[in-house]
């Protein structure tokens, strides 16, 4: 790359990680607002020692080469070189265990589980009364409370990671690591998955919405609720599609015979932000793009492609998924 390409490419980048939605340092809540105080902490140290570093060497080695001038300049290379980098480091060292206390507080708010999966999110619920809420790639969370994430993986290591809410923490199978996010800000933040994973590990992402808590809850109620019937004739058609065509072994859409557990529950699948863990929208066309050709947009996805139906039958199962709210 030439110079301007390259700045230009190193700007982009760096403006790319400054978009709200998926930023350490616009925070949505209690723990980025930490973590991103602990950032410019550490830059600001990592500032104070650079200039000073580097000024006491450009000053030591301008000093008059006679003897006592040389001695002074020992010391201070002496002083600047061990004493000063020692002091400041110790300094930031204390000040980022201090914070860890704050990012270890006990959840108050509702217990979600999440298992990475090649190359998505189940994401579970556990209610008051012992059932469990099931969905995926998408989190809701209340604003003001700690919710506490349950949080294991399939088969390879993957990392849960909604940047504007707060830390990461990797996924494992076979082990449960807990960790609590406590969000504050009601909106729509994006999560990603932090840790390779297999070829369409950059098209692991989640959105994380973070919503007043009446409105949460009465989300959860309608989350667990089973699925609408079919509204249109087109969606009806869809509808006995997905189960002839062996959907449901794979996908649960609760209320109907479909009560597969290898795919994503499907039972909402038309309320929520994104599909195929971010990768498209929810239109009926991105329904119809999926079924048809799921390794097109996720290279490696388990999910089939169902090119064999004709573009109509497509079109009614995307109707029926669609409709899914
Ligand atoms: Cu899952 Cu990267």
Not at 19 to 29: D, I, Y
Not at 88 to 102: C, E, F, K, N, R
Not at 165 to 186: A, H, I, Q, S, Y
């Amino acid at each position: 790359l030439s110079g301007p390409s390259r700045l230009a490419l190193l700007s982009f980048l760096l403006l790319a990680a400054c978009e709200g939605r998926q930023s350490a340092l616009v925070p949505g809540g209690e723990d980025a607002r930490i973590l991103g105080d602990l950032f410019w902490v550490m830059l600001a140290g990592a500032v104070v020692l650079w200039f000073g570093m580097n000024g006491l060497f450009y000053w030591a080695t301008r000093r008059s080469p006679a003897a006592h001038s040389q001695r002074i300049a020992n010391w201070l290379v002496i002083l600047g070189g061990i004493a000063f980098p020692t002091v400041t480091l110790s300094a930031l060292l204390v000040y980022g265990l201090s914070i860890m206390p704050d990012l270890r507080a006990t959840g108050d708010g509702p217990v979600i589980r999440v298992t990475g999966e090649q190359w998505w999110w189940r994401v579970e619920y556990e209610r008051e009364d012992g059932s469990t809420v099931t969905t995926a790639n998408e989190i809701r969370l209340p604003a003001g409370v700690r919710s506490t994430f349950l949080l294991d993986s399939k088969e390879v290591i993957h990392s849960f990671w909604v940047p504007s809410l707060g830390g990461k923490m990797d996924m494992f199978p076979g082990r449960v690591n807990e960790m609590t996010l406590g969000p504050e800000r009601p909106g729509i933040y994006r999560g990603q998955c932090a840790e390779f994973c297999g070829e369409s590990h950059a098209w692991m992402a989640f959105e994380a919405e973070v919503m007043e808590p009446d409105a949460f809850e009465a989300w959860l109620e309608a989350e667990a609720a089973p699925a609408v019937t079919p509204a249109s004739a087109e969606a009806a058609r869809g509808a006995a599609l997905f189960l002839s065509q062996g959907c449901g072994a794979c996908h649960a859409v609760r209320g109907t015979p479909a009560v597969g557990r290898v795919g994503p529950d499907l039972t909402h699948v038309g309320s929520r932000h994104s599909l195929a863990a971010g990768r498209l929208g929810t239109s009926t066309e991105d329904f119809a793009k999926w079924v048809a050709n799921p390794g097109a947009w996720k290279p490696g996805a388990e999910m089939p492609a169902y090119d064999h139906l004709t573009g109509e039958q497509i079109d009614a199962i995307a109707a029926y998924l669609e409709g899914l709210e």
